[in-house]
């Protein structure tokens, strides 16, 4: 596995490959690896010939209040897992790097970007969408890999690529949870021994939702105040921050359920901000 550390370098070896007609795929993360990660780093693997994992704790997409400092790091461990899995190329570059001083420039996809997650993290999708359009350009990829628990950022990076014309073809994968349904992040490792023992009740609620809609009910309201009575028992250390119904696509809020609608929400428990989301079927 070749480690790179700049931005030239990664440009050049992806120009390489392409004049080799090998095709490129792209995992972007902010490592601390799990098993939702390894699932994406595989999926690449299966998909091109180049593959490229990204591991970069990108600056710009954090508030100033949040955990940029203390955001779980251990480079070797990840390195050894990208190697294992079949890694081609791990991209680890310098903040100054990405971000040199007169960086001027800035993505954003605002009417997608301000709801839900974006309502308490103002700037974090225009952070998430410009290093990802800086890692597109890089690696000049030909797919990149994401995960649907962050469903919110890789509906935005479609639209991106979308009105953009970038030249890539975005993947997602399902969601891995631990064995009682939590979605596995790297945040976990901040949850006390409590907050824990709540935090698969998150899941347990949106799969207790997914079923009412199921067996029929199509007010939103009425699943959405039924789950938070659920939470408010099961999840007494939890603070709501959303739980929304969009459209899987656009992110538009939906009050009745008549087709695909994807249920999102985000728990504080503690100093931890969890997500999760689940589909609702009609
Ligand atoms: P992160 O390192 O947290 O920025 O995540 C990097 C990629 O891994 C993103 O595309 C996430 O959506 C994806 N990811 C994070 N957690 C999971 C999970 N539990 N299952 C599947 N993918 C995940």
């Known amino acids: 596995m070749n480690v790179i550390t700049t931005p030239a370098d990664l440009r050049l070896c992806a120009q390489e490959a392409h004049a080799k007609g090998q095709t490129i795929a792209l995992v972007p993360t902010m490592g601390y690896f799990h098993a939702g990660h390894e699932d994406l780093i595989r999926h690449g693997r299966s998909i091109a010939d180049l593959l490229i994992v990204s591991l970069f704790v990108n600056p710009t997409q ?42 001027a420039t ?16 103002p700037i974090h999708f225009r952070g998430v969408c410009t290093v990802l359009t800086k890692l597109f350009n890089l690696s000049a990829a030909d797919f990149a890999v994401f995960g ?26 399902p969601t891995v949870r631990e064995s009682d349904g939590l979605a596995l992040s790297s945040r976990n490792v901040y949850l006390s021994k409590e907050e824990r ?25 009425i699943i959405r105040s039924g789950l938070l009575n659920r939470w408010a028992s099961q999840i007494p250390l939890g603070r709501l921050d959303y739980l929304t119904v969009v459209d899987p696509a656009s992110l538009t809020p939906i009050s009745t359920i008549e087709g695909p609608a994807v249920m999102a929400c985000a728990i504080r428990l503690g100093t931890t901000r969890l997500i999760d989301n689940i589909m609702l079927n009609a």
Request: with cysteine.
């Open 148 to 173: 649907e628990k962050d469903w919110q950022q890789q509906a935005i990076v479609k639209r991106m690529v979308k009105d953009l014309n970038i030249p890539i073809n975005i993947q997602t994968r």
């Open 197 to 221: 023992l709540q935090a698969p009740n998150i899941y347990a609620g949106l799969k207790w939702a997914q079923n009412l809609v199921s067996q029929g009910e199509r007010n939103v309201e």
């Open 62 to 103: 954090f508030g100033p209040a949040e955990d940029l400092d203390r955001y779980p790091r251990d480079h070797e461990r990840d390195s050894q897992i990208a190697k294992n899995l079949g890694c081609d190329v791990l991209f680890m570059p310098d903040p100054p790097d990405m971000y040199p001083k007169d960086f």
């Open 106 to 121: 800035w993505v954003e996809v605002p009417s997608m970007s301000k709801l839900l997650c974006g309502a308490a993290r």
